[in-house]
C-alpha cells in the first residue's frame, strides 16, 4: 500500500522511522511518502496561509500550494483523507477499512484548516481522533497511519490482530509474564493450568468484566467477530 502525506512540517514524521512501521517499509509492504506542502507555493515568500473569507480568528492554509501538492501525487485510485476535529471519529473498523485501500493521500491542516472546496474537489473523507482539539493534522494522521497499517497484510502476525482489544469489541483481557509471583502478587492460577480451553473461558470473562467497568458505552452484551 502507498501513503502520501503532505505537510507543512515533514520532520513531525519522525516516528515512522521507528520499529514496526519501518520495518513493514524495509520489506515493501509499505510505502510512505511525507511531502512538504510549502515546495508547491508559488508566492515568492513561501507563503502557505490566508485570511478566511467572512472573517474571523486564524488563518486558513493558502487553496493552491495544498491543490498543487494534492495534484502531484493524485489519480484515480486514490483516497484522500483530511484529518479534522470535525470529522467522523476514526475506529478499529475505519483502520481495517482503510487498509484494504491502495493509496491514501493525507492532507495534514494547519492553522484553522483548509477551503471547504478543497474537500469538496478530492471527495476528502475528514476523519477526527477524539473529541478534543489538536493544533494541527500530523499526530492525527500518524495515529491513523500506524492503526491501519496494522490491517496491512504481513505487518504483523494474524494472531496478534485476533486477540487484541475491539477485535471482538471488547477490551484485552489481562496479561501476565515471569515471574510466577511479583511483589508478592501471584498470576491467576488458570493461566499455569495448560487448560486451554478454561484459559479462553477466563479471558473472556475477564474482557467482558473490564468492558462493562471501563466501557460502558462498547459493552452490548454480544461479541462481535469481524
Ligand atoms: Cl484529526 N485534527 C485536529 N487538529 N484536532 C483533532 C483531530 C484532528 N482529532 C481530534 N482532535
Known amino acids: ?25 524495509k520489506k515493501g509492504l509499505l510505502e510512505i511518502n511525507i511531502i512538504n506542502i510549502r515546495d508547491f507555493t508559488k508566492d ?3 507563503k502557505c496561509d490566508d485570511t478566511p473569507f467572512g ?34 471519529v476514526f475506529n478499529h473498523s475505519m483502520a481495517k477499512q482503510f487498509a484494504q485501500q491502495e493509496h491514501l493521500i493525507f492532507i495534514c491542516g494547519h ?3 483548509i477551503d471547504q472546496r478543497l474537500i ?4 476528502a473523507e475528514e476523519v477526527s481522533i477524539g473529541d478534543y482539539v489538536l493544533t494541527g493534522g500530523e499526530l492525527p494522521a500518524m495515529v491513523i497511519i500506524d492503526s491501519l497499517s496494522r490491517f496491512v497484510d504481513g505487518v504483523l502476525s494474524k494472531d496478534s490482530l485476533n486477540e487484541e482489544s475491539f477485535s471482538n469489541g471488547l477490551l484485552e483481557y489481562p496479561q ?6 511479583f511483589e508478592g502478587r501471584a498470576v491467576p492460577e488458570v493461566l499455569l493450568s495448560g487448560n486451554h480451553a478454561e484459559i479462553a473461558k477466563w479471558r ?8 462493562k467497568k471501563v466501557r460502558p458505552d462498547l459493552f452490548k452484551g454480544e461479541t462481535r467477530e469481524d
Open 44 to 46: 515568492k515568500h513561501k
Open 176 to 181: 501476565y509474564t515471569r515471574p510466577q509471583i
Open 120 to 123: 469538496e474537489i478530492f471527495n
Open 1 to 25: 500500500m502507498k501513503i502520501d502525506v503532505l505537510t507543512l512540517f515533514p520532520e513531525s514524521f519522525k516516528p515512522f522511522e521507528e520499529s514496526i512501521i519501518s520495518r513493514a517499509q
Open 204 to 211: 473472556k470473562t475477564k474482557a467482558i468484566e473490564k468492558t
Open 111 to 113: 492553522y484553522e484548516g
Open 55 to 88: 472573517g474571523g480568528a486564524g488563518m486558513l492554509m493558502s487553496v493552491q500550494p495544498v491543490f498543487d501538492a494534492v495534484k502531484s501525487v493524485w489519480d484515480e485510485s486514490s483516497k484522500v483523507i483530511y484529518p479534522s476535529p470535525s470529522g467522523k
